[in-house]
């Protein structure tokens, strides 16, 4: 068997640039709690995403949490449920209550058609996910946003780096929440961050992630420990000045999964959006089994024999989880169900051999009957 080729793996630098990032910190000892490369992290990012302002977080859950909790919430939050469990359970988390929105079959991302008529007068507030980094219909969620008064978070833990006609993904909605986890396009080894427009909101956020200390002798507000430390924030600063050349890199590995792929029937690529500058974060395909040919379970298992990491990845959904059982009703979302049961998320990180994507799609190809 050849060697095992992974879902994801993680960006780096070189170790020397590591090193050479982080030595200062030999000297002054200043290892969290905003230090310097915290504070040149956040700067970077500002400038890089094109954003009026940004706070960063030890990971994406805390980042969208505390900024559910710092805009003092009430009621239902509409959402999907083809995300992560770290969406719903941040809602969940905060004494809000759910309301599960079916996605767009082309884009996955919240099927905004659908939205208004889940809008109560208990609803606070709307939270789209971006999908594969599939920018959801911004245009049609602020409207319907402004005309209920409801505010308005992105999930955009998907979207690092993306720009929708020529705006940074962060400028939309009143919030957004990304993650900077190790799999994700950009990492920092672990952390978070929201950019937002409203001040105020920047504030109560720095105290919730920071246990509620506004001063030197003054804690005003009950919160919680979500800083970012020194060595993640390095990590940061090193992977940043290479993500334009990692994304060229997962463009090519996407394109070569295309020509492979694209047009063969029993599958259903993602979608590329022509006003999106695309990260390249994932290659999911939908396995449409009577039409393909073979199931995605046989294709997960032919791969997995090989030894390649293939993800179910939304699967399952969030209103099926165990922890909620009984609570919701997963036939209110019919499109999310039939795309939960049928995707794979492939191998894509921007040092995939394109030799290997040849491989991974050969022996698809090969499933079916």
């Not at 090193?19 to 969290?32: A, G, N, R, V, Y």
């Not at 239902?76 to 995300?83: G, K």
């Not at 293939?310 to 059982?325: D, E, G, I, Q, V």
């Amino acid at each position: 068997m050849a060697d095992t080729i992974l879902v994801t793996r993680s960006s780096m630098p070189t170790l020397e640039e590591y090193m050479d990032e982080i030595k200062t910190m030999w000297d002054s000892h200043w290892l969290t709690n905003m230090g310097p490369k915290h504070k040149q992290l956040q700067a970077e990012l500002c400038d890089y995403m094109g954003v009026e302002n940004i706070d960063l977080f030890t990971n994406g859950h805390m980042a969208i949490e505390l900024t559910l909790q710092a805009m003092n919430l009430q009621g239902e939050v509409i959402t999907t449920p083809f995300t992560f469990a770290s969406t719903t359970h941040a809602i969940v988390r905060n004494g809000l209550e759910p309301v599960f929105c079916d996605i767009d079959p082309v884009t996955f991302t919240m099927d905004v058609e659908k939205l208004e008529s889940l809008i109560t007068d208990r609803t606070c507030a709307i939270m789209p996910v971006h999908v594969y980094g599939n920018v959801c219909n911004i245009e049609e969620i602020e409207r319907i946003a402004h005309k209920y008064e409801l505010k308005v978070i992105y999930d955009a833990c998907h979207t690092f780096g993306e720009t929708y006609k020529g705006e940074g993904i962060g400028s939309f909605g009143d919030a957004s929440c990304f993650s900077f986890h190790a799999t994700k396009a950009f990492n920092s080894i672990e952390g978070g961050a929201v950019t937002f427009k409203d001040k105020s909101l920047g504030m109560k956020l720095y105290e919730l992630k920071n246990f509620g200390i506004h001063g030197p002798e003054e804690v005003d507000a009950v919160g919680a420990n979500a800083k970012m430390n020194e060595f993640c924030a390095a990590m940061g600063l090193c992977n940043l000045r290479h993500l334009e050349t990692e994304i060229a890199k997962r463009q090519k590995v996407a394109e070569r999964y295309r020509s492979h792929l694209e047009g063969v029937e029993g599958l259903q690529l993602n979608i590329v959006q022509p006003e999106v500058k695309s990260n390249y974060a994932y290659f999911p395909v939908v396995f449409e089994e009577k039409v393909f040919g073979a199931s995605r379970a046989e294709v997960f298992d032919a791969l997995a024999e090989q030894g390649i990491g293939a993800r179910k990845y939304f699967y399952p959904l969030t209103n099926t989880f165990s922890a909620f059982h009984g609570k919701y009703n997963v036939m209110e979302t019919p499109v999310a169900l039939h795309v939960s049961k049928r995707v794979l998320t492939l191998p894509m990180y921007a040092d995939l051999a394109l030799e290997d994507v040849d491989r991974i799609c050969e022996l698809i190809l090969s499933c079916r009957k």
